[in-house]
């Protein structure tokens, strides 16, 4: 067997599309072509590296597979299944247009919006807890040579924090999937924690020491580029929602390729912190594209193995057209895309 390539992955947030990182990741580790050294991520990105790590350390490549599937299927569970059984069908039955234009949908979004978890919650009832507690094994992940970088955003200070593996608990997990309008803030070491993507949906700066491979896979879950301007009021939110999320990102995407250009100019002196960064992703524009913001909130099986069988296939074409260009050189345009 060829020797696998050294990569850093960074996961990007998005609720139950998170879904479709498994299915990329599912795919990844299937082919066993790469080796994982550290990990960077946010909100259920976070969800999917802690499962991933459980696994890595308890069967390697296959491990990693079956604690991912444990992960979605603890998700699907806790997200409450129709006891009739699966709803697919009464899904597929209200297009996205039918939904987002009905006011009796957009008026139930404004009401869930302007409700406080401190009053509808008031126990703090998080099915999240018991997701996390089920799929992560929290002592294989913190005696890990896996480097974990999980991002939350500090409420009081305004300012994202970056939990490293030695960290890494339920805690810090529900931490970084905390949606504010949907579940009190988590408490950790005296500061009160919402989601991470806020500001950091993943952070990459944890990746650019010398010691970790110059090769970062970036699995983001929000479309960066959309062909049309919103003109209905949810796909507005829709679009907003998307931009403000993928904000942190694309900023510091754009610091990395502007500093690039400086060096390929000769205007900055290459140093040694920076090395060479390779970047490449697998991008979600064309799969999860045409999906609403409430989608990610959807948690039935059939929605969720669909996302699964959509990340296997992004995944196919990436391994098929990219794949050989890792550790030689980065297969995204950063100046092209970003300055």
Same mark, same amino acid.
Request: charged share 20%.
């Given at each position: 067997?060829?020797?696998?390539?050294?990569?850093?992955?960074?996961?990007?947030?998005?609720?139950?599309?998170?879904?479709?990182?498994?299915?990329?990741?599912?795919?990844?580790?299937?082919?066993?072509?790469?080796?994982?050294?550290?990990?960077?991520?946010?909100?259920?990105?976070?969800?999917?590296?802690?499962?991933?790590?459980?696994?890595?350390?308890?069967?390697?490549?296959?491990?990693?597979?079956?604690?991912?599937?444990?992960?979605?299927?603890?998700?699907?569970?806790?997200?409450?299944?129709?006891?009739?059984?699966?709803?697919?069908?009464?899904?597929?039955?209200?297009?996205?247009?039918?939904?987002?234009?009905?006011?009796?949908?957009?008026?139930?979004?404004?009401?869930? &919006?302007?409700?406080?978890?401190?009053?509808?919650?008031?126990?703090?009832?998080?099915?999240?807890?018991?997701?996390?507690?089920?799929?992560?094994?929290?002592?294989?992940?913190?005696?890990?040579?896996?480097? &974990?970088?999980?991002?939350?955003?500090?409420?009081?200070?305004?300012?994202?924090?970056?939990?490293?593996?030695?960290?890494?608990?339920?805690?810090?997990? &529900?931490?970084?999937?905390?949606?504010?309008?949907?579940?009190?803030?988590?408490?950790?070491?005296?500061?009160?924690?919402?989601?991470?993507?806020?500001?950091?949906?993943?952070?990459?700066?944890?990746?650019?020491?010398?010691?970790?491979?110059?090769?970062?896979?970036?699995?983001?879950?929000?479309?960066?580029?959309?062909?049309?301007?919103?003109?209905?009021?949810a796909e507005i939110m829709d679009r907003l929602n998307e931009?403000?999320?993928?904000?942190?990102?694309?900023?510091?995407?754009?610091s990395i390729a502007f500093v690039q250009r400086l060096i390929?100019?000769?205007?900055?002196?290459?140093?040694?912190?920076?090395?060479?960064?390779?970047?490449?992703?697998?991008?979600?524009?064309?799969?999860?594209?045409?999906?609403?913001?409430?989608?990610?909130?959807?948690?039935?099986?059939?929605?969720?193995?669909?996302?699964?069988?959509?990340?296997?296939?992004?995944?196919?074409?990436?391994?098929?057209?990219?794949?050989?260009?890792?550790?030689?050189?980065?297969?995204?345009?950063?100046?092209?895309?970003?300055?």
């Open positions: 067997m060829a020797k696998r390539k050294p990569v850093c992955l960074a996961l990007q947030g998005g609720g139950s599309h998170g879904a479709f990182q498994w299915g990329v990741l599912d795919r990844l580790f299937e082919d066993d072509r790469i080796e994982v050294t550290a990990v960077t991520a946010a909100s259920a990105g976070a969800m999917n590296a802690a499962a991933l790590v459980t696994g890595l350390e308890k069967g390697g490549n296959e491990g990693a597979r079956i604690a991912l599937d444990h992960l979605w299927h603890e998700v699907n569970q806790s997200g409450g299944r129709n006891v009739f059984g699966s709803s697919g069908q009464w899904l597929q039955s209200l297009t996205k247009q039918w939904v987002s234009d009905n006011p009796l949908w957009q008026a139930g979004q404004t009401l869930a &919006m302007s409700m406080s978890p401190y009053a509808f919650n008031p126990f703090n009832l998080n099915p999240l807890k018991r997701v996390v507690e089920s799929a992560v094994d929290f002592a294989a992940v913190r005696a890990s040579s896996v480097q &974990m970088h999980i991002s939350a955003t500090a409420v009081q200070s305004g300012k994202s924090r970056i939990f490293e593996t030695k960290e890494i608990s339920p805690e810090v997990l &529900m931490a970084s999937a905390c949606l504010p309008h949907m579940f009190q803030a988590v408490r950790i070491d005296g500061e009160d924690y919402w989601d991470g993507g806020y500001l950091a949906n993943p952070a990459l700066y944890p990746l650019f020491e010398d010691k970790q491979p110059h090769d970062i896979l970036l699995l983001p879950l929000n479309p960066f580029r959309r062909d049309d301007t919103p003109q209905q009021s931009i403000l999320f993928n904000a942190p990102l694309v900023a510091e995407l754009r390929e100019e000769g205007r900055l002196q290459r140093g040694e912190g920076w090395g060479e960064i390779r970047l490449h992703a697998i991008p979600a524009d064309q799969w999860l594209g045409d999906l609403s913001l409430a989608s990610k909130l959807d948690t039935e099986w059939r929605f969720l193995t669909t996302l699964k069988d959509k990340g296997r296939e992004a995944a196919n074409q990436w391994l098929e057209g990219c794949f050989a260009r890792v550790g030689k050189s980065t297969t995204i345009d950063l100046q092209a895309e970003f300055l």
